[in-house]
């Protein structure tokens, strides 16, 4: 089951996203390096796809740097479409955006060219505006949704930004993004449970990442099952109920806290081939339910014939 959250500003913010369209000139999307994929929004992509696109895959700190190529190559497969790896945190980018921007939409006299910028909640659309900008200029945060309204930044060489809020999309077919949107911190907390993400993310790691967990936790020999993995760090970290039975929630909440920290090293989330697999699972699963909404159409425009032969 998919993780689901949509307020109504993302609604409202998509709304004010497509008037605005018209008049941009670049659209830069900012992604977050761990999870390309599950981060780039679909309506920003069907919303833009006419338009040159810079995508940004900013944490490089936090994402697996061999996987964080294998998007770019992915993605530069794509028509008028730019990377670039950032380290927000600890490196200027500013110089080679703004190179990318003039590259794809070369200035005409007079006019500023007009660039919007987007992404999902909490991937550093804030930071890199700041940063752009050269001062302080939008609200950044540690947690989703910050940035509740659009405002245009002129940065004074002829380059017009236009910072939107973070959105999400009504609803996320593939249940593995949105756990690990959710893992990430994409997702408002109050909007998930902290021990479905650690048991998501246990499972995952013990699977690709087994040599982090061991130096992390210092454990020797790995438990087959997420639970525990769970229990064994929960009793290291002294997240006990009476009797002795391991605070499930508090051993998650400390375990997803340190993976979005960095403290578990750089992870890649997903790789193309990953990505490819569960597409061709969604389109299973909804070719299954679109058969099984014509099959109950079906029978119920029977009945009303029946229903109505029995009435002449």
Not at 244 to 263: K, Y
């Amino acid at each position: 089951m998919s993780i689901q959250w949509y307020p109504g500003h993302m609604r409202k913010a998509s709304n004010e996203m497509i008037e605005a369209l018209p008049l941009v000139n670049v659209v830069i999307e900012v992604l977050d390096a761990r999870i390309p994929f599950s981060s780039s929004n679909p309506f920003i992509q069907e919303l833009s796809a006419d338009k040159p696109h810079i995508k940004l895959l900013n944490k490089t700190d936090l994402g697996d740097p061999d996987i964080t190529k294998q998007w770019q190559d992915y993605f530069e497969q794509q028509a008028n479409t730019k990377t670039l790896p950032l380290d927000l945190k600890n490196h200027d980018p500013s110089k080679q955006i703004i190179d990318l921007i003039n590259k794809l939409s070369p200035q005409k006299e007079g006019r500023n060219t007009l660039v919007m910028v987007t992404g999902i909640p909490n991937v550093g659309k804030s930071s890199l505006i700041n940063c752009l900008a050269g001062k302080h200029i939008t609200k950044t945060g540690d947690e989703p949704a910050v940035t509740k309204g659009q405002q245009k930044i002129n940065l004074r060489n002829g380059i017009m930004l236009l910072d939107t809020p973070g959105i999400l999309w009504p609803k996320i077919e593939n249940p593995q993004g949105s756990y690990r949107l959710g893992t990430t911190g994409a997702i408002k907390d109050t909007a998930v449970s902290y021990e479905d993400l650690a048991f998501f993310a246990a499972e995952f790691l013990l699977e690709a990442y087994p040599q982090r967990l061991r130096e992390r936790f210092n454990i020797e020999e790995l438990p087959r099952t997420e639970i525990a993995l769970l229990e064994i760090i929960g009793a290291q970290r002294g997240c006990l109920r009476a009797g002795g039975r391991v605070d499930l929630e508090r051993v998650s909440t400390i375990f997803i806290n340190e993976l979005r920290a960095g403290l578990l090293g750089p992870l890649g989330f997903e790789t193309p081939e990953i990505i490819k697999a569960e597409m061709q699972q969604v389109a299973v699963l909804k070719e299954g339910k679109a058969e099984r909404e014509k099959s109950r159409l079906d029978k119920a425009a029977a009945r009303r014939r029946k229903a109505k032969s029995n009435r002449k």
